[in-house]
């Protein structure tokens, strides 16, 4: 029967088709079918009948293995005649040619044009077949050459065909060992006219690459406002005050070294060496170092206060994590350190605090588990998750394709992913006691505490009013009926309620609220905790039988024993358990043969200790490229969560293997690496290059790095430099997170927790609290702050291994008509009008804060002129004054009736709030002047970093 297409095609579409399809069979002619493929075929086609049943096997034909598959079945005739695909009847057969002997016999199953062509070459090329191999268990250093790829031994595939196909040596570059490059100073000839020499080794091994494009060198250095707004943002996230620019702008006092050394334009370079790398080193020993490198890491771990889901409540003590993570990097701590004690800090020393506060991490992602769910489902989904981001995280791998099939693209068999998950089978969640460090920071406990507690009152009042009219209406009813209890009603006149269990002379509506206010005091009671000494953490161990809703879990006393055995999951299903596994890492990279204890304690030390080994191949490149990344916008890598097939190939591979043995070698050191990137030359040099058009067309992406890449701020970059260019900025570090002025219908709109909804979204109450850096503002899962997420922040689901940059039209409705942004605006303007006294020094000093820079002449006419008449514009049009909201409706769906209920939500906590500057409260030519505050703020020039 003929049918019609769907979907026709174009003439265009047919041609293009038809011509992949001429130059693919074309090229596929010229190159030895590799059986990995043929073999496919059987395992598709074939299999079901010639193989998967050896008591069965149609025809007495068995198609696994070379011998049998050539001998052929119950007509004894050889199937495979090797160089001879016509004598052969197993090509004659897949052809469909011979009306007596067609298969496979459904006309569905028949193999496409592509697939028969596949076969023929085979079996002309003489029917090559490589045996799978002999060892059930491998070790990760079998790796052996073959004509079609590199074979990989492995700790053992699901089939015979996973362990014995072959690999591009290109997609399996990152199990290889991390290779010893050598000295990449040598032969590099210079960049300028004197033709100076790199002295930095990055530059080297770039300009390499760049010379063989043809390309001379790199663009000339950037100016030096340019340079140290670029580096500070990079370091610190922060914008360099106008100051500090001055500072590195101004002439040198002392030359550095004697005029007899060499050319005066020698001696001005070294100078401007020493003062870039002053600078370096100021802001690497800036607290706020930790604070920008720590939201790099927070994004890769997915960090967020709540545990999102339909249980989104607040994780009272993941502030600690957080802060654990800033003192980290600003104590530089060895990177290879700040690993092992995320994975391992309980089994390191569990009376450390900060040890038990960074094994945190694994408690990172998002997690329930109620009443209604099944204990065993949401435990195996933490495991799933945590195996799978340890990989994404530290070794640059995915795991969870593994959990359903062996790895379709990268030498990673199902049996690893699952011995893997062994490592974590005796984690169990515990919120453990650990008292306040000394450099934590604990301020303000006493009054962030008491507004919980308020809250607090309030929901317990509204619940005791409940109460109170339920035993209202049971004592009216007794004394309606003059008994003292029910037991004296006779039975026919009780009433059908059953106001024992508290209901009797409720409405509807009373009981929905009734559920709303016992969740609001979860919740809240929740609030409370993160005042109190514990680490949100974990212990090794078996279950704890932990759930969502309880805010504190101890370690249970005598909590060794046996813990969960965990056992290969067919097509990941928990209701298909196969082979048990033991602890063990993946076994494809060379050095695997890391034991793993079986004991309960130490599995996750051990799996440390492999991590961050000279051998292992994946840990020291992955960091090194994220590095890298935070610096140019792209890694090395530019997939740099996934170094597998399906990730991008590295750029500069024997950069990044240098760079990882550099950190290897200089003590996992973060900040060495960070002065090292920084004091190069590609790093240094301009945005703008002159002959950038030609350029583009040699590197399109600009991989080669001939010219810096520009890069707009990041939200928390945004949001922070805007507080900085107003002066609001509260630069204390540390605590729990601070609950910022959000869009106030998204602040108020109901968030729902299992069944009921979470109190309203209240900001803190002053500026002062408000202002805090981005990094310490409160994140909760399922209300996402629309200001950082129309600019791509990222959720905190998910691992983020690179933040999208965008350009979408609602973000001008967040930078410049938001209420955050019109109170940045006009709180810089009261700045500069008490700071600056004319308007063209207000406007010269806008500049500063803003761009680094003076106003050109022309700037400074139109600003001013500007303000002039936006003067004159608000001297005729007076701001309303508005109030803040003292209750807000709130509704939903009652899920026991389907109905909605509606109740208001008492806000009276609002009442002592500290309001940001309000237009109505300062003078026409202040609100003028915020008008090009606003202006400044959106411009490219401040958005982007060049």
């Known amino acids: 029967m003929n049918r019609r297409p769907l979907i026709r095609p174009s003439p265009c579409a047919l041609l293009f088709f038809a011509a992949m399809f001429l130059f693919s069979s074309n090229t596929a002619a010229d190159e030895p079918a590799p059986f990995t493929q043929v073999r496919a075929i059987f395992a598709a086609k074939c299999l079901a009948c010639h193989g998967k049943d050896p008591q069965d096997l149609k025809g007495k034909y068995d198609l696994r293995s070379r011998a049998a598959a050539t001998q052929g079945g119950e007509s004894a005739e050889p199937a495979i005649v090797a160089g001879q695909p016509e004598k052969s009847p197993l090509y004659r057969a897949v052809t469909w040619e011979d009306d007596t002997l067609q298969m496979p016999p459904k006309e569905n199953d028949r193999l496409t044009a592509e697939q028969v062509a596949l076969i023929r070459r085979w079996i002309a090329d003489g029917a090559k077949w490589d045996e799978p191999l002999s060892a059930t268990t491998k070790t990760g250093d079998a790796w052996s050459s073959g004509p079609n790829g590199l074979r990989i031994a492995t700790s053992g595939g699901l089939s015979p065909d996973w362990d014995n196909r072959t690999y591009e040596p290109d997609a399996v570059w990152a199990y290889r060992p991390i290779r010893a490059v050598g000295n990449a100073l040598r032969g590099v000839p210079g960049t300028d006219s004197d033709d100076r020499p790199p002295t930095n080794p990055i530059d080297a091994f770039l300009l390499a690459r760049l010379k063989e494009k043809g390309l001379a060198g790199f663009t000339p250095p950037a100016d030096r406002r340019t340079l140290i707004r670029r580096v500070t943002f990079d370091l610190t996230g922060l914008p360099p005050t106008p100051e500090e620019v001055e500072a590195f702008l101004s002439p040198s006092l002392r030359p550095s070294v004697s005029p007899s050394s060499g050319k005066d334009g020698e001696m001005e370079r070294q100078r401007?060496?020493?003062?870039?790398?002053?600078?370096?080193?100021?802001?690497?020993?800036?607290?706020?170092?930790?604070?920008?490198?720590?939201?790099?890491?927070?994004?890769?771990?997915?960090?967020?206060?709540?545990?999102?889901?339909?249980?989104?409540?607040?994780?009272?003590?993941?502030?600690?994590?957080?802060?654990?993570?800033?003192?980290?990097?600003?104590?530089?701590?060895?990177?290879?350190?700040?690993?092992?004690?995320?994975?391992?800090?309980?089994?390191?020393?569990?009376?450390?605090?900060?040890?038990?506060?960074?094994?945190?991490?694994?408690?990172?992602?998002?997690?329930?588990?109620?009443?209604?769910?099944?204990?065993?489902?949401?435990?195996?989904?933490?495991?799933?998750?945590?195996?799978?981001?340890?990989?994404?995280?530290?070794?640059?791998?995915?795991?969870?394709?593994?959990?359903?099939?062996?790895?379709?693209?990268?030498?990673?068999?199902?049996?690893?992913?699952?011995?893997?998950?062994?490592?974590?089978?005796?984690?169990?969640?515990?919120?453990?006691?650990?008292?306040?460090?000394?450099?934590?920071?604990?301020?303000?406990?006493?009054?962030?505490?008491?507004?919980?507690?308020?809250?607090?009152?309030?929901?317990?009042?509204?619940?005791?009013?409940?109460?109170?009219?339920?035993?209202?209406?049971?004592?009216?009813?007794?004394?309606?009926?003059?008994?003292?209890?029910?037991?004296?009603?006779?039975?026919?006149?009780?009433?059908?309620?059953?106001?024992?269990?508290?209901?009797?002379?409720?409405?509807?509506?009373?009981?929905?609220?009734?559920?709303?206010?016992?969740?609001?005091?979860?919740?809240?009671?929740?609030?409370?905790?993160?005042?109190?000494?514990?680490?949100?953490?974990?212990?090794?161990?078996?279950?704890?039988?932990?759930?969502?809703?309880?805010?504190?879990?101890?370690?249970?006393?005598?909590?060794?024993?046996?813990?969960?055995?965990?056992?290969?999951?067919?097509?990941?299903?928990?209701?298909?358990?196969?082979?048990?596994?033991?602890?063990?890492?993946?076994?494809?990279?060379?050095g695997a043969k890391t034991a793993i204890p079986e004991s309960t304690a130490g599995r996750r030390l051990a799996l440390a200790k492999w991590i961050t080994s000279r051998e292992n191949t994946l840990a020291a490149r992955a960091i090194v490229n994220r590095v890298w990344q935070q610096h140019f916008g792209r890694g090395l890598v530019a997939t740099p969560s996934n170094f597998g097939k399906m990730g991008s190939r590295p750029t500069h591979p024997e950069l990044l293997d240098w760079l990882a043995t550099w950190l290897m070698e200089n003590g996992w050191s973060l900040k060495k690496l960070h002065a090292l990137i920084v004091t190069s030359e590609v790093y240094q040099q301009s945005s703008e290059r002159p002959e950038i058009d030609a350029l583009r067309e040699i590197d399109s992406k600009n991989e080669l790095l001939a010219s810096y890449p520009p890069r707009r701020l990041s939200a928390e970059e945004i949001r922070d430099a805007m507080l900085a260019a107003s002066g609001e900025l509260n630069r204390e570090l540390g605590g729990p997170g601070v609950f910022p002025e959000l869009?106030?219908?998204?602040?108020?709109?109901?968030?729902?927790?299992?069944?009921?909804?979470?109190?309203?979204?209240?900001?803190?109450?002053?500026?002062?609290?408000?202002?805090?850096?981005?990094?310490?503002?409160?994140?909760?899962?399922?209300?996402?702050?629309?200001?950082?997420?129309?600019?791509?922040?990222?959720?905190?689901?998910?691992?983020?291994?690179?933040?999208?940059?965008?350009?979408?039209?609602?973000?001008?409705?967040?930078?410049?008509?938001?209420?955050?942004?019109?109170?940045?605006?006009?709180?810089?303007?009261?700045?500069?009008?008490?700071?600056?006294?004319?308007?063209?020094?207000?406007?010269?000093?806008?500049?500063?804060?803003?761009?680094?820079?003076?106003?050109?002449?022309?700037?400074?006419?139109?600003?001013?002129?500007?303000?002039?008449?936006?003067?004159?514009?608000?001297?005729?049009?007076?701001?309303?004054?508005?109030?803040?909201?003292?209750?807000?409706?709130?509704?939903?769906?009652?899920?026991?009736?389907?109905?909605?209920?509606?109740?208001?939500?008492?806000?009276?906590?609002?009442?002592?709030?500290?309001?940001?500057?309000?237009?109505?409260?300062?003078?026409?030519a202040t609100r003028a002047l915020a008008d090009l505050c606003l202006v400044l703020m959106n411009s490219n020039e401040f958005l982007y970093v060049r």
Request: proline residues 7%; contains cysteine.
């Open 272 to 590: 401007d060496e020493e003062k870039f790398a002053a600078v370096v080193n100021r802001l690497l020993n800036s607290p706020h170092y930790g604070e920008r490198q720590a939201q790099h890491w927070l994004d890769v771990v997915r960090y967020a206060d709540t545990a999102g889901f339909s249980n989104d409540f607040e994780r009272p003590h993941a502030w600690r994590y957080r802060d654990y993570v800033i003192r980290s990097f600003n104590a530089d701590k060895p990177f290879d350190q700040f690993i092992t004690e995320q994975l391992a800090g309980d089994e390191l020393n569990p009376d450390d605090p900060e040890l038990l506060i960074a094994a945190g991490y694994l408690r990172m992602g998002p997690w329930e588990h109620t009443g209604m769910t099944v204990a065993a489902i949401t435990r195996q989904q933490f495991l799933d998750d945590v195996t799978h981001h340890v990989g994404v995280s530290l070794l640059a791998q995915g795991l969870r394709c593994c959990a359903c099939h062996d790895h379709k693209f990268d030498p990673l068999p199902t049996r690893d992913y699952y011995r893997m998950q062994a490592i974590f089978a005796p984690v169990q969640f515990a919120e453990r006691p650990a008292p306040f460090l000394e450099n934590e920071n604990t301020t303000g406990f006493d009054a962030a505490r008491a507004l919980v507690q308020a809250r607090l009152d309030q929901v317990l009042a509204a619940q005791a009013a409940l109460k109170k009219k339920n035993q209202d209406a049971i004592a009216a009813f007794l004394a309606e009926k003059g008994v003292k209890s029910l037991d004296e009603v006779p039975a026919d006149q009780r009433p059908k309620q059953d106001y024992l269990g508290g209901t009797f002379g409720l409405t509807k509506t009373d009981l929905s609220l009734r559920k709303v206010y016992q969740k609001s005091q979860q919740y809240l009671e929740r609030e409370l905790k993160r005042f109190e000494p514990f680490a949100l953490s974990v212990y090794s161990g078996p279950p704890n039988n932990y759930q969502s809703p309880k805010p504190l879990y101890a370690v249970p006393a005598g909590h060794g024993g046996d813990v969960q055995l965990v056992h290969i999951l067919t097509g990941g299903s928990l209701e298909s358990p196969a082979d048990p596994v033991t602890p063990g890492v993946l076994s494809t990279m060379v």
């Open 743 to 924: 869009n106030w219908e998204v602040a108020l709109q109901p968030r729902h927790i299992m069944g009921s909804v979470a109190p309203a979204y209240l900001p803190s109450r002053t500026p002062q609290e408000r202002n805090r850096r981005t990094i310490y503002a409160f994140r909760i899962r399922t209300l996402a702050d629309p200001l950082l997420e129309v600019l791509n922040r990222p959720g905190s689901d998910v691992s983020c291994e690179r933040r999208d940059e965008t350009t979408v039209t609602p973000q001008v409705f967040a930078t410049f008509n938001s209420e955050f942004a019109a109170n940045r605006a006009l709180a810089m303007a009261a700045r500069l009008t008490k700071e600056q006294r004319s308007i063209k020094d207000q406007v010269a000093a806008a500049f500063a804060l803003v761009y680094g820079r003076e106003p050109t002449p022309a700037e400074q006419e139109q600003c001013t002129q500007h303000v002039g008449r936006m003067t004159d514009h608000h001297r005729q049009h007076s701001p309303v004054p508005t109030e803040l909201p003292s209750k807000v409706q709130r509704g939903m769906v009652e899920e026991l009736t389907g109905e909605m209920v509606y109740w208001d939500e008492d806000l009276s906590v609002l009442k002592n709030y500290q309001r940001d500057l309000m237009p109505w409260q300062v003078e026409p």
